[in-house]
């Protein structure tokens, strides 16, 4: 399998002009490719895309584990972006958050699993269910991001109970890309609910952190907005 990351990387390298192992940013190595560039290599298939889907997972997360390159790695992640996955795919993809390291990776990670919530709930929330109480912040900030990720794309959505039971727990979170993630999830939350996350927002106007706070109302129409701002505001004066 070496030589299938072979392929992988120099056809990324070659669009790279910061050489073989790019430049380091955050930990990582980054051959500062364009994502759409990326992802169009994809389009013109690699020598293992005749493999089995047996093998070819196999394949990728050879890949994904052993790649120190952000835009290799991310191959591994667009390839299964809107494909429904057998059991043996997802249990390989789930262990994938181990190497998530950076918010891209995990919202990339994010669009794969959501569709999982989605076709196959019973696979997934259990492992959400555990790392929603993780010491590893990509475990967390998966744990409510990958619930939906995007509203517009959902066909079947958790209940609104249901998916606050993984939001709420995490409100008072330290980590910035956490926070992130919560704001995230109560916006597309928001999309499918709005009454009742609307009555969530007053209800926790003071718990909500100013980054979640300010990701979650983003899309408000701007009079409701308002309202919230105002009362916010008035009760932050109080404390």
């Known amino acids: 399998m070496e030589g299938f990351l072979d392929e992988v990387q120099s056809r990324l390298i070659r669009h790279s002009k910061y050489g073989p192992n790019g430049i380091l940013i955050d930990g990582m190595n980054r051959l500062r490719v364009p994502v ?25 997360d ?29 249990e390989t993809i789930l262990a994938w958050v ?10 990339d990670l994010s669009k794969i699993l959501s569709l999982v919530v989605e076709e196959n709930p019973g696979w997934v929330l259990p492992a959400f269910e555990r790392w929603n109480r993780s010491e590893n912040l990509w475990k967390r900030r998966q744990s409510i991001v990958g619930l939906i990720e995007y509203a517009s ?3 079947r959505v958790l209940a609104f109970d249901h998916l606050i039971s993984f ?23 928001y999309n499918l609910y709005p009454d009742q ?22 899309k408000l129409e701007p009079p409701i907005k308002k309202i919230l701002n105002s009362r916010r505001k008035n ?4 404390s």
Request: glycine share 2%.
């Open 235 to 238: 009760l932050r004066k109080k």
């Open 167 to 189: 939001v709420d727990p995490l409100i008072h979170d330290d980590e910035y890309y956490v926070q992130k993630g919560v704001g995230w999830t109560l916006r597309e939350i």
């Open 98 to 107: 181990d190497r998530c390291a950076c918010w891209e990776h995990s919202d």
């Open 153 to 155: 794309k959902r066909k």
């Open 197 to 218: 996350t609307l009555e969530y927002f007053s209800r926790n106007l003071e718990r909500l952190s100013s980054i979640a706070y300010s990701s979650a109302t983003s």
């Open 36 to 60: 759409p560039v990326v992802r169009r290599e994809l389009k013109d298939p690699y020598s293992f895309f005749n493999s089995s889907p047996a093998d070819l997972i196999k394949t990728w």
């Open 62 to 90: 050879y890949i994904w584990n052993q790649s120190e390159i952000f835009e290799v790695m991310s191959q591994a992640l667009y390839f299964y972006q809107g494909k429904s996955l057998c059991k043996e795919q997802f």
